[in-house]
């Protein structure tokens, strides 16, 4: 029954879902897989097959998300699994990305996202079976990096987003997983995955200081191997009921204890504060 499955991952030309993608397909299982380019993907993992499906589709044109779907329904007649891994990096303080930077980072990674579970979900909703997969971030739980905040903020909203679609689908049927990596050696943090402002300003030493730390020490040095990624995703698909919050790697995993310590901190120093706003 697992190999019957069929998939449905958007950004799948590099990265994890890339890694994801070829993974599935050496385990016989049924991908349609997306990317801005067919040609990268079918460079990148092979022309279409019985159980491969390329297909180029522009997340921010929901006539074309529309169309993809449509497309790989025709041809697998069903999606059971979707992984929405497509999105990009964007490091600059709030101050420095334009409003068109901003946004461009929205539109992809929150607004992207929607058009894709806007028009699976009709599918799902009718076969009463499913499972999607949000890839968020470590971002999208902790915002503390100075320079990550309009990137930690499309996560955050990813979150959010999830935790509701989860309990809008559950009559249904559906499952839903929300997954918070971490550091993951991947092309994420490449000049084609992670921009940096148009307008830098430089009195924001601690912010220049990651840029460069990310850029010529964190890549390629990253702790979290990809292939161990595609494996826990594929592993959770099977599980009966699977985790909405899914923390991957050790550095994932330790931040959002960190953070978790740190909000029940506060919240106990100031509770006298917090429940005295009553009637």
């Excluded at 397909?25 to 349609?32: D, I, P, T």
């Excluded at 220049?208 to 995703?233: C, M, T």
């Amino acid at each position: 029954m697992e190999n019957s499955k069929v998939w449905f991952i958007t950004g799948a030309s590099k990265g994890l879902g890339l890694v994801l993608v070829k993974k599935l397909l050496a385990e016989g299982k049924k991908v349609a897989a997306t990317s801005r380019n067919e040609a990268a993907l079918i460079k990148a993992i092979g022309s279409a097959s019985e159980n491969f499906l390329p297909l180029e589709m522009d997340l921010t044109n929901e006539k074309s998300v529309k169309n993809a779907i449509e497309v790989a329904v025709s041809h697998f007649k069903t999606i059971d699994v979707l992984v929405n891994n497509a999105g990009y990096g964007l490091l600059g303080t709030l101050e420095e990305l334009t409003d068109a930077e901003s946004r461009k980072n929205y539109e992809v990674n929150v607004f992207g996202l929607l058009n894709v579970v806007r028009n699976t979900m009709p599918y799902m909703r009718a076969n009463k079976s499913g499972h999607i997969f949000n890839i968020s971030s470590i971002g999208g739980y902790n915002g503390g990096f100075p320079g990550w905040g309009i990137y930690c903020s499309t996560k955050f909203a990813v979150a959010g987003l999830t935790e509701s679609l989860a309990a809008e689908v559950k009559e249904f049927g559906v499952n839903v997983t929300l997954v918070y990596p971490g550091y993951f050696r991947t092309d994420f943090l490449t000049d084609s995955s992670l921009l940096l402002p148009l307008n830098p300003i430089a009195e924001y030493k601690a912010v220049r200081a990651s840029e460069s730390a990310h850029k010529d020490s964190i890549d390629g040095n990253q702790p979290g191997d990809p292939e161990k990624l595609a494996n826990a995703l594929i592993k959770m698909s099977t599980e009966e009921n699977p985790a909405l919050h899914l923390f991957l790697g050790q550095d994932a995993y330790d931040m959002a204890n960190l953070k978790i310590e740190n909000v029940q901190k506060e919240l106990e120093n100031w509770k006298e504060v917090s429940v005295s706003t009553g009637f």
